[in-house]
């Protein structure tokens, strides 16, 4: 149970570091005169960096060594951590989060690999992963909460501060307690798919920020860019004996299910906290701990549901809670399309609050459902791939959000009254994400579904020819 705390420690600090920061927004743009698209750098500059090299740092720690790897990540993570805490201008913050997210690549991959080679019997690797996923939800859902308290209290630079004493503990556990582990046929490095992966995902996300200002002829370019990137990276990975990205795995539809999934929920997770911390502390003019107290039904719901999300999984299947997913964030975000200046507080509270019903219920069937039925060997690669949809989601969600709102008004002082009608778009595409959660649900659970993935399980068993 050691080992396994101490590996929770990382997916505590890289999970919350994609959230806590978004309470901190409106102080970082006042204090760095930061620009909307600025913000969203702020925020997507680490999901990108992190959802591009994840698949890199669970390979590289098979092939030298995980404790070894995670020991390198969580040091380059904190000194991330302290330069961002350093930030004297929105660029400088910008790259010192590049660095942040080079560390936390070589984290979460590399822990849960550490996790299932200590587990090896099936229930208590089930328990294991459940209680992995519970982290994972609790801690996005407390980083508002944090990141409102120590913005209130000590300032910006704070949020960053809490992953230095975390990151030093993760490091003397897992000194003492975790042994060192290598893959028997690690996998070989893939420079060409990790520099597709890398330009496909940073050309979309690109064209989502700025895109509505840079003109039409500019988004749909670097769209292109992304497209050709992704269709490049396809082509490529089925040719390789050992890909980056290996194309079988989604062959498995519980396993391609989950990935998008997982996207779906993380980029409602990055919308909703991005806009709703602008929302109440610039159109409600509320303080960053009281705009993180507003976040709280959402966190408390999400700590009490997900630990609740793994047992539900162990004993009925992933069904039950993707469906219970799925429905709450349809219904939280047709809630929030009447979102107004003037909304009355506890109809917001209970739109986060369904949300957080929503989310804490989804990481523990998507995590099982990425590595369970995969072979042990590649349960690294598997992980590395659902932790990948998870910060690509986030990005997507928190570029999408500021295309849709961004785009359609300049915001200043002004007319942030404006914001919250400019918002509703976005909770509309979001209600329908939660509707193909739904679908996704039923589809990834029947009998075909499980069919699937023993037969993807089978193929990666057998050596490759």
Do not use: K
Request: proline share 6%; aromatic share 8%; charged share 10%.
């Amino acid at each position: 149970m050691v080992i396994l705390a101490t590996c929770c420690l990382s997916l505590l600090v890289v999970s919350m570091d994609s959230t806590i920061v978004n309470v901190a927004l409106p102080a970082i743009r006042q204090d760095l005169q930061a620009s909307m698209s600025g913000l969203q750098w702020v925020v997507d500059a680490y999901t990108i960096v992190l959802a591009s090299f994840l698949m890199f740092g669970g390979s590289t720690a098979d092939r030298f060594g995980r404790r070894r790897v995670f020991q390198i990540g969580m040091v380059l993570f904190s000194a991330g951590s302290l330069l961002c805490s350093l930030a004297h201008s929105v660029g400088f913050l910008i790259g010192a989060r590049i660095v942040q997210a080079l560390g936390g690549c070589m984290l979460n991959p590399v822990a849960i690999s550490i996790v299932v080679h200590t587990f090896p019997e099936p229930r208590e690797r089930a328990r294991a992963i459940g209680i992995w996923g519970a982290v994972a939800g609790i801690s996005l859902a407390l980083g508002p909460l944090i990141g409102g308290a120590l913005t209130q209290t000590l300032g910006w630079h704070a949020v960053f501060w809490i992953n230095l004493p975390i990151g030093g503990l993760a490091l003397l556990l897992t000194a003492r307690y975790v042994p060192e582990s290598r893959a028997p046929q690690p996998r070989r490095p893939d420079p060409v798919g990790q520099a597709l992966l890398l330009i496909g995902l940073g050309a979309l996300t690109y064209s989502l920020i700025e895109g509505p200002r840079a003109g039409g002829a500019f988004a749909a370019g670097t769209r292109l860019i992304a497209a050709a990137a992704f269709a490049g990276l396809i082509a490529y990975e089925q040719r390789r004996r050992e890909p980056l990205l290996d194309p079988r795995f989604f062959r498995s539809v519980p396993f391609s299910s989950a990935t998008l999934i997982a996207v779906l929920m993380f980029a409602s997770m990055g919308s909703f906290l991005f806009l709703g911390s602008i929302y109440l502390q610039e159109v409600r003019a509320l303080s960053p701990f009281h705009a993180g107290l507003c976040l709280l039904p959402m966190a408390v719901v999400v700590m009490i549901v997900s630990p609740l999300s793994g047992r539900l999984v162990g004993a009925r299947g992933a069904r039950p809670s993707l469906l219970i997913s799925g429905s709450m964030l349809t219904l939280s975000a047709l809630l929030m399309t009447r979102l107004q200046a003037d909304t009355p507080l506890p109809l917001l509270l209970l739109s986060l609050g369904l949300f957080g019903l929503g989310f804490g219920m989804v990481n523990a069937p998507v995590t099982y459902a990425a590595v369970s039925g995969m072979p042990r060997a590649q349960a690294g690669l598997a992980a590395a791939i659902a932790s990948t949809s998870r910060q690509v989601g986030v990005s997507i969600g928190v570029a999408m959000a500021g295309a849709l709102v961004g785009g359609r008004q300049a915001w200043s002082g002004a007319n942030w009254a404006a914001f919250p009608e400019a918002s509703h778009p976005v909770w509309w595409v979001l209600s329908g994400c939660g509707l193909l959660v739904l679908a996704l649900g039923v589809v990834s659970t029947g009998v075909w579904a499980r069919l699937s993935a023993e037969r993807i399980a089978h193929l990666l068993q057998e050596p490759a020819a």
